[in-house]
């Protein structure tokens, strides 16, 4: 079962105007979708679909990755992620090779999967849970995109700029999929308004798991009375500080475990947050971590060391659902409710049948392989979206920069 072709496709598809720590998402979130084409099958062609970033350096790594992968064994993902290796070269990093490998061996297990007639959970070793439950992705966000085409029409969610906002923006995420979880995307506003945020919503829902995440733009001292100010209240706290280091200082005070997606990022990282005891849980994101099989590898290594685990998300679509599904199936420690952009970005999905929350949770697609089908016209529709719109990269601060020329993204902010 040869590898006969690798399809890359941009496309670019609609975001609201969601604040973060760097500045506000632009109209248009990029992603790339590849179509692994593969040979040799009794039914003729069959084709493995894989979803990742958008950004230009990673579509030219692809590109690069395509020709030399042709002619492998679908099968044989140890061999094509040594070819990724070395087809990049020295001066691309692990972690940039990672996220190039990742769009691949899914693409390879969607095959797989489909050829053997089994899911991707059964490539994995098998699901642990059959529905897998996700939390609400709250976030602090303008009634519109002040610099969209079109004069900026006010979207669906309206402003959220206040507790009270925040809370109307989750009872809206609660009613539409019945979400169990709720998770602040913070370091928008001073520590005390989303202080405020996170107490209106315990109020709001109680006895309900709340998380903020402020992406480190809290310094030490501002993280560790955040931490004191919601003792009791927070399931747990997410990257409130850059650097292991720093976040060892926060743990030693903090009632609460420590959630993180920026120091443990690699193998690699994992022993000095040990020793450290700077995190408690690890939020996980197969997009950086080289794929679902370094995903598992990733949930055994916190079942060694005691970690909690979770899992990481930034603006998707469908096909990285269904792989985060499976994978979260397929790995008995990932016992925390997973993060997802999808209620803000599933209009505009790509496959044929797109994913209904049950309750905050998703049942894992039946199969063969991701169990999702690509929906060709939309995927023209959304290249098209991307070849027009002239971009080749996100970029949150400079957005952000064209309704505040002074905005600073320098970290942390305080």
């Known amino acids: 079962m040869k590898i006969s072709d690798l399809v890359i496709t941009p496309l670019a598809f609609a975001d609201p105007p969601l604040l973060n720590s760097t500045g506000v998402h632009e109209p248009l979130a990029l992603r790339t979708v590849v179509q692994l084409v593969v040979d040799g099958a009794s039914a003729g062609e069959v084709v493995g679909l894989g979803e990742g970033s958008g950004e230009r350096d990673v579509l030219d790594r692809l590109e690069l990755v395509r020709a030399a992968i042709i002619g492998q064994s679908v099968f044989d993902t140890g061999a094509i992620e040594l070819i990724v290796n070395a087809v990049l070269g020295p001066d691309v990093t692990p972690i940039q090779k990672r996220a190039v490998f990742s769009i691949v061996e899914v693409a390879c297990l969607d095959a797989q999967g489909k050829l053997l007639g089994v ?40 402003e959220a700029l206040d507790p009270a906002g925040i809370v109307a923006q989750a009872c809206r995420m609660i009613d539409l999929h019945g979400f169990r979880s709720l998770k602040l995307k913070g370091g928008v506003f001073h520590p005390e308004d989303e202080i405020a945020a996170i107490r209106a919503l315990a109020v709001a829902f109680p006895g309900m798991p709340l998380r903020i995440d402020p992406n480190g733009a809290w310094s030490v001292k501002t993280s560790k009375y955040v931490a004191g100010e919601l003792a009791g209240v927070l399931e747990y706290l997410e990257d409130p500080t850059l650097t292991t280091a720093a976040m060892a200082e926060v743990a030693q005070v903090a009632s609460m475990p420590l959630a993180t997606n920026m120091c443990v990022i690699s193998p690699e990282t994992v022993p000095e947050a040990v020793r450290l005891d700077a995190v408690q849980i690890v939020l996980s994101d197969h997009h950086y971590w080289g794929g679902l099989r370094h995903t598992r590898e990733l949930g055994a290594i916190c079942d060694t060391f005691g970690l909690g685990m979770s899992m990481h998300s930034n603006s998707h679509l469908g096909i990285s659902l269904a792989a985060m599904t499976h994978v979260a199936a397929a790995t008995p420690n990932l016992a925390y409710a997973c993060d997802t952009h999808y209620p803000w970005n599933s209009a505009d999905d790509v496959i044929t049948t797109p994913f209904a929350f049950v309750d905050g949770a998703l049942a894992v697609p039946a199969g063969p392989g991701l169990g999702v089908e690509l929906d060709q016209d939309r995927l023209a529709e959304l290249n098209k979206r991307y070849v027009d719109s002239g971009r080749t990269t996100r970029a949150d601060t400079a957005y952000m920069r064209l309704v505040d020329p002074l905005y600073d993204p320098m970290l942390p902010r305080f």
Do not use: E, I, M
Not at 120 to 127: F, I, Q, S
Not at 139 to 154: D, E, V
């Open 119 to 158: 899911p991707v959970t059964d490539l994995l070793g098998g699901a642990v849970r059959h529905t897998v439950p996700y939390s609400a992705y709250l976030f602090y966000k303008w009634a519109a995109h002040p610099a969209a085409p079109g004069g900026g029409s006010p979207d669906q969610w309206g």
